[in-house]
């Protein structure tokens, strides 16, 4: 007869979210919706770490009796690896069992917020194979990467106002759109709402104003990932972006997991980045093996349950450590809750690709779904973004999903 | 014999910083450094309006005895106009005389600070002059404006992090730059650094998510506004900004001005905005009287004390009430303390241009200051914007500086 499992702290062997993962969040509870406090999730609970810090006495309840991360997160690199391992032992040694068990709420009793206060949220381009795809898309006849991609990783800022927790509805913008032959833009709901399947990087601890921080100082400023599906109105955007960028195309809204996992989770998932064409400069050079800073997450998009894509982050040119270095290295300064994400996922096979646009080659080949042909969202679509990483010993180390579902236009 | 000015509270006839402006600040003394306070100008000193509540018995005291604006930005336009009402009675009855005096600080005694907690930071581009100007330099041999200029106010977010008070030291930043003709970018200190002379505008009640905010609704949202320095590495920029928009070329430092005032002090300065060249979508249509949202502000900006351009802001194809209403149109939620610029003001007259990029063609002609020539900003230059509105009965409404010296890069 199978053990029955007595307690959420008997975990199956090899859930992704054991206690070599442990992942921050912020969750209520139904009999105090308004009562912010920090967890982690273990299995299908999460457990309050402010009430477990100050039942077993932890020198950190002050920094974990909070309504956010941002405390932790600013409290720097030792602090994270000081609190990680006090919060495994808590949830590892048996003879902390009987504090630590009530503490534990069912993640279906719980209602997650976002975990932490953003600063500001940037966004970069750094799959060589999207920005490939998109630049045959819209630019048929030119070179597919612009002449800088290959120099520097671009990015620019994105709206960190609407940066919503995960399972929150996303209303679909309107906005004007024209097409070429349209003799003037017309205005209305967008008919080419998008995904991007990305991870996001969140800072810690800060920098100074005029301070560039070195591709070395990555692991000192950014504490951790999760999963981000930055929404993209392909129409609004076609028409605006040019001279400036992107702006109301992405600024309506952009959804992360509720769970930030932190970096000391993703040792074993470290891994080389592909091998750059050409040298690039010092502040970027990442040929020194400790510089390295890929990491091996495999990420799943479901649209309605349905996997439309796998998109490896591994594939991705450049690094979160060199985007961190490319965002500071004029000077400008870090602040705590600051989000970056690392450009839309996608590998070179076509189920790698992480966007609808690629997908579909804008709208030409539609996807095939139970419920019918997909080239861009419909509404009441739900999109859920999913992932794992290796972890220690050949465990799976589980990103919290990111999901959201499309509402009708205001 | 002219009276002598026994007390601040008697200020010159035509003191743009007199009873019918009022802008809002932060400011700390010397012998209280930690402890920001919440004040208004008047003339050359500041009013403790925390103080002042106290001392009269305000219902207002809890709003103002603040360290920052943010909690009466989000008390709404109601909120606001009783405020101002009060403030006016302060400064202005013979009876509070008394109470009031003790209460002013000389501007020279303090040290002032950014007013308020930026939430999200947008940029404009706004005035035809300066985009017309920016494309004849950039693109020669196409039309300067892109296909969307008159269709949408363009719009892009910036740093809010790097958002700094007037009187802050900007590190001239490095980055990549990389002429057409060279092989390969370089890395160094930028030697394009540049100016942009714009107004702020200083969002107060925030909106909901999925709820655009009509033109309409413009005053109901925004709480005033201020003069804003978006320091630009013109190098930096043009390199990096395809396809993605400007990045670290802009994001380094934004400088605005100690002094917010309100929309309220400005009515008289309220004007039609130029011509439009055909019909714009309803939600951008401001051809009702009523909708008509430009500013006559006349801005200086000088180098070292030496006046070079005089850009005027009624000359603004877009209105702040537009870029409002472009901003939100998609859904986009607004915050307390979102903070957007016009984007240069620029005139039509080469003396009205509000970057160096322009008013010296993109370094083809130096300007001619007494320290030497000009393209672009040396270390040890200080930069200083001023300006000054039409007020109530034929006086002027003066907008705080926005002032910053360059400093060799780190």
Do not use: C
Not at 69 to 85: E, I, M, Q
Not at 134 to 147: E, M, S
Not at 159 to 186: F, M, Y
Not at 238 to 262: C, D, H, I, M, N
């Amino acid at each position: 007869m199978a053990p029955t499992q007595q307690s959420p702290l008997d975990l199956a062997e090899g859930d992704p979210f054991g206690p070599h993962n442990l992942p921050y969040g912020v969750f209520a509870t139904a009999d105090e919706p308004e009562r912010r406090r920090l967890g982690v999730r273990l299995g299908d609970h999460v457990l309050d770490v402010g009430a477990a810090a100050e039942a077993l006495g932890s020198p950190y309840a002050t920094l974990l009796a909070r309504p956010n991360l941002n405390p932790l997160l600013a409290a720097g690199r030792t602090a994270w690896h000081d609190v990680r391992r006090a919060l495994t032992a808590w949830v590892t040694i048996p003879s902390h069992r009987s504090s630590i068990e009530p503490l534990l709420h069912p993640l279906g009793d719980v209602t997650l917020h976002l975990p932490y206060e953003v600063a500001d949220y940037v966004d970069f381009y750094a799959s060589e194979h999207h920005a490939t795809n998109v630049g045959r898309i819209f630019r048929p006849d030119g070179d597919a990467l612009t002449p800088n991609w290959k120099h520097l990783p671009i990015g620019y800022h994105g709206r960190s106002g609407t940066i919503v927790v995960s399972g929150t509805d996303v209303v679909r913008p309107s906005g004007q759109r024209k097409a070429p032959a349209d003799p003037a833009p017309v205005f209305g709901p967008s008919v080419k709402l998008d995904i991007e399947a990305e991870v996001g990087f969140v800072v810690g601890k800060p920098s100074g104003l005029g301070t560039p921080v070195a591709l070395s100082d990555f692991p000192e400023h950014v504490f951790g990932l999760s999963l981000l599906n930055d929404w993209s109105a392909r129409d609004i955007q076609a028409w605006e972006y040019v001279p400036l960028g992107p702006f109301l195309g992405k600024s309506f809204a952009t959804s992360v997991s509720a769970w930030v996992t932190p970096l000391e989770a993703l040792e074993a998932a470290r891994t080389d980045p592909p091998v750059r064409d050409f040298a690039l400069l010092p502040y970027l050079d990442d040929s020194a093996e400790e510089d390295k800073g890929g990491y091996d997450i495999r990420i799943t998009v479901a649209v309605n349950g349905h996997v439309i894509a796998e998109p490896p982050f591994a594939t991705m040119y450049w690094t979160a450590a060199q985007q961190l270095a490319q965002m500071t290295v004029n000077g400008a300064s870090l602040r705590t809750g600051d989000l970056y994400g690392s450009g839309t996922v996608s590998g070179p096979e076509v189920h790698q690709r992480g966007s609808l646009l690629e997908l579909t080659w804008n709208g030409r080949d539609p996807l095939e779904l139970p419920e019918g042909k997909r080239t861009f969202l419909e509404d009441g679509d739900v999109v859920t973004m999913t992932a794992w990483a290796p972890g220690p010993d050949g465990t799976r180390v589980g990103l919290g999903e990111v999901s959201g579902r499309i509402v009708s236009a205001a």
